[in-house]
């Protein structure tokens, strides 16, 4: 058993949908999950040191941009070493806007990667509310965050 931080920003839900599926994928697995938002909780960057991975949910805003909520958050991410932390990203944005599609998400996979993180390779962005095909995904991501965690224990 692992233990994981979730942490997201959602207005009208589809990030969270996303964000509780991804929790009770990893539940089956029997990790133990701290879900907390971005606008109701405070979330400090130095809490990640007691978790075995974290995992980042966004919307995206005006041309691809961090939502109000989450800058601070992103604006802490310039000093700190995640070195080795496992880190995942994910969110809903709208394919509407064509070039800044899920535009945070990758602002914030591209910190991370900055800090050293070993971020999970696949940077679930979903077109508004996921469907059948995206909740496949993001158990493929949970599987796959599953082996990387056993794998990290195994090793140590
Ligand atoms: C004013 C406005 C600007 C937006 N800009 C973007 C954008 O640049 N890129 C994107 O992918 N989605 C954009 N969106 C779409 C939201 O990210 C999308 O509706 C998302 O599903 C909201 O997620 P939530 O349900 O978790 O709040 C925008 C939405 C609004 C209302």
């Known amino acids: 058993m692992s233990k994981i931080l979730m942490l997201y920003a959602s207005v009208t839900g589809n990030t969270e949908e996303i964000a509780v599926a ?4 990893l539940q089956k ?3 133990e999950i701290t879900m907390k938002t971005f606008d109701m909780d405070a979330i400090d960057v130095e809490e990640f040191n007691e978790y075995d991975a974290v995992l980042v949910g966004t919307y995206s805003w005006d041309d691809g941009a961090m939502p109000y909520e989450v800058e601070d958050f992103y604006d802490e991410l310039e000093d700190v ?8 990203v994910f969110g809903s944005g709208d394919t509407f806007y064509l070039d800044t599609f899920g535009g945070a998400i990758d602002l914030l996979g591209q910190r991370f990667v900055e800090l050293g993180a070993d971020v999970m390779p696949d940077w679930i962005k979903i077109d508004l509310e996921p469907d059948k095909e995206d909740f496949a995904r993001c158990q493929k991501f949970a599987d796959d ?7 990290k224990i195994e090793a140590e």
């Open 29 to 31: 697995y029997n990790h």
């Open 22 to 25: 991804i929790a009770e994928m």
């Open 145 to 151: 965050l599953n082996v990387k965690l056993a794998e």
């Open 81 to 88: 070493d995640l070195t080795g932390k496992v880190v995942g």
